[in-house]
């Protein structure tokens, strides 16, 4: 246990009196003969007698020895005098201690520790001298007529003793921290910045949630007798800045250690030292005054948030930068210094320097877990409760934690969570600009969710329904994912490939219950003939997750068959044109971190620009030319293929029910086609990029029934861009044959068939309505020609004025 500054003196005074009578080891006599010498104030050293608890402690042992008539002057001469009769002398002192004077020192910790005492003080040391069973003490009180046991202190004089002790420090240190307030506001350090001691005293400093460890190692490295400055590391909006004003709140506090408790910290920006300065030596004179001010004080410690700055600031011709001035003074321990950056800057300003950074002992900070957020959270609760005048609900603390977790992927902990819930408070009291009476007295889990769809872009309804299903899921192991729903939204709009819609579905469900890992995207690969679905159920997905199907990032690979083409992901390197600006892949995903990224034929791009992808793949990180991350680990990644097709033109595209009547044949066609396709892209791929694709599904032809369906929505398609003409199109099975008959192709698949749609259908119709055949109002059928169906299909238009036939020949596009 720590001896308080009284307790150390005693044994200090005990070995310089057992060296000086020629003992051999520190005795328990000794001890007992330095407490009654520090019981006479013209004994105690200067440096000793300035310290607040030491002084009263002292006084109070001089007092209650002579409450008891002790005369402790004569009684420590007679003992200095039995103590050189008795003890052999000449011996030399060594400095170590007998087992009777460890016996007393480990009975004065065990007293100090029953009284609830962190340190061993006067009191307890003369208690446990007066216990000591040593024939020289007995001797001693004999010839006084002395009885130790009567004159051992209860537990009154204890406690009277620790309640000086308390007002001593607390007059002392408020007493202090005025004094050096009252200087600092009266000196250079005012004009260029804030003193956190100060603020904190007036309880103007946010409260501080957990960081002790952190504030701990700061304030060791604070009273080292060498290399006693810190730099805070840590990602924007961890809380460096908070930690150093939380050191300040603690050293503002009564109850703190005497190490930190004198320490002062005032905050100073270069912004404001530089600010003004019009001539040479200006920015040099009042850097001088503040290194000047931290000479005259040393206790006062400096913080300066974004220390990088000093690189370079105040330098120009003729003159000397920040850093340079500052590092003499840093080295000779005149200026206790805290700065705090980014890992970034530090790595590409601070580090650069090593005669600086030896200096500075760096301190990590890093970002906090959910649970710590939520307990600074809670702390920061009561301020924007009393700021936003509203009641914020646990629930509400928690929802913020998680949706900002959960959907803002770039920012850190605790920053990002403290933005949401305070932007949601703004948000709930100022719903509208119109003048209103009512009052928003409570803060609701609806309102977090709208601010962070607002923030990240992300459809409302997505939000809301991930705090649906959370709520909805409350006691469950896993958030609710309707596969089925979801599925059969797929299946609407990709006919005939239900194993791919089954693929797709299953890695999207693992990744809503939570069971991969997070920061890895749902990868998929879609190989097969053009113009089965392949594009269309990417758009599908993005439709069904996003509620809109322009959340689909397309990159068509095409476009990047050169090597060098990889500029146009991740940026221009260093020298060239465009360096520093995002791509518009890098672009696209940071508004719109959910979202479905399409790289259509990626057997068209270079093998270098697929190796850029892999750790997008593996981590869902890519990083820029600029040393910029970005994250895709909630993107679904889609990949397309045409791999392995050219081999196999005989079995591609549509393929009608006569062409595979037998089902055998139909089965064996498609496993053929797959493992064709399957055997060209192991191929072609490297194996550490295909081994980062979760799936691989191969697109099979389609079957009669799939190109029916595929034609009856492309046909619905078209009655809901007429609907504003209130136009409604429909065709019989005859004509559909007839247009399926025409564009059916193997070698482009269904596009082929919604370009003879247009060609049998939409253009002529788009003539009929230009030239007023067909009017708003109109129901039109489309129907096969008896005779000559060539020359096109006829249509029965019926409307308001009258019903007739148009036979409309076919027409492509012009």
Sequence with gaps: ??????????????????????????????????????????????????????????????????????????????????????????????????????????????????????????????????????????????????????????????????????????????????????????????????DLTALARAGKLGPIVGRRAEIKEIAQILIRMKKNNAVLLGDPGVGKTAVAEGLALYAAQDDANAAVRDRHFVEVSMASLIAGAKYRGDFEERLQKVIEASKNDPNLVLFVDEIHTMMGTGSGEGSMNAADILKPALERGEVRMIGATTVREYRKYFEKDEALKRRFQPVWIDEPSHEETLEILAGLRPRLQAHHQLVIPDEALVVAVELAGRFLIEGFFPDKAIVTLDQACAARRLLTFSPTDEQQEGLEVGDIARVVANMTQVPPEVVLGWVEEREAAEGSDALHFDKERFRRQLSERVVGQDRAVE??????????????????????????????????????????????????????????????????????????????????????????????????????????????????????????????????????????????????????????????????????????????????????????????????????????????????????????????????????PAAKDLIMADGYSTEYGARHLIRALERWVSNPLSDAINTGAVRAGCSVVGRRRATAPEQGLDFDVEGEDAARTLTLPPRDED
């Design 503 to 732: 693929v797709l579905a299953s890695a999207i469900g693992r990744k809503r219950a939570g069971v991969t890992d997070p920061g890895v995207p749902v990868v998929v690969l879609f190989a097969g003939p053009s113009g089965t679905g392949k594009t269309e159920l990417a758009k599908a997905v993005a439709s069904a997750l996003f509620h809109a199907e322009d959340r689909l990032i397309r990159l068509d690979m095409t476009e990047f068959r050169e090597p060098h083409s990889g500029a146009k992901i991740i940026g221009s390197p260093p020298g060239y044109v465009g360096y520093g600006e995002e791509t518009p892949l890098v672009r696209e995903i940071r508004r719109y971190p959910y979202s479905v990224v399409l790289l259509d034929e990626i057997e068209k791009a270079h093998q270098d620009i697929l190796t850029v992808f892999m750790p997008v793949f593996d981590e869902g990180r890519l990083t820029t030319s600029d040393g910029k991350v970005v994250r895709f680990s909630d993107s679904i990644i889609v990949l397309t293929s045409n791999l392995g097709i050219a081999a196999q033109a005989a079995d591609l595209g549509i393929v009608l029910e006569e062409q595979l009547s037998d089902e055998a044949r139909r089965a064996r066609a498609a496993a053929d086609l797959e493992r064709g396709v399957k055997q060209a892209v192991r191929k072609q791929l490297l194996p550490e990029l295909l081994n980062r694709i979760q799936e691989l599904v191969v697109f099979q032809p389609l079957s009669r029934e799939a190109v029916h369906q595929i034609l009856d929505i492309h046909v619905e398609k078209l009655n809901r861009r007429l609907a504003d003409r209130r136009i409604r199109v429909s065709l019989e």
């Design 1 to 194: 246990m720590k001896l308080s500054p009284a307790a150390e003196l005693v044994l200090a005074i005990g070995a310089a009196e057992a060296k000086g009578l020629g003992s051999a080891q520190l005795e328990g006599e000794h001890l007992l003969l330095g407490v009654l010498k520090v019981a006479d104030p013209s004994s105690i050293p200067t440096n000793v007698a300035d310290q607040p608890s030491a002084k009263t402690e002292i006084s109070h042992l001089a007092s209650y020895l002579e409450s008891k008539g002790l005369p402790s002057k004569w009684m420590r001469r007679r003992l200095r005098w039995l103590i050189d009769k008795r003890q052999p002398g000449g011996g030399s002192f060594g400095g170590d201690q007998s087992d009777a004077c460890r016996a007393i020192l480990a009975r004065a910790e065990q007293l100090a520790q029953e009284s609830g005492d962190d340190e061993v003080r006067l009191m307890d040391l003369l208690s446990a001298c007066l216990e000591a069973d040593a024939a020289i003490q007995k001797e001693l009180f004999s010839e006084f007529g002395v009885d130790p046991s009567a004159l051992r202190p209860g537990d009154d004089i204890r406690r009277d003793l620790m309640g000086k002790l308390g007002d001593a420090d607390s007059d002392d240190a408020g007493t202090k921290v005025e004094t050096r307030s009252r200087a600092i506001a009266e000196s250079p350090l005012a004009a260029f910045g804030r």
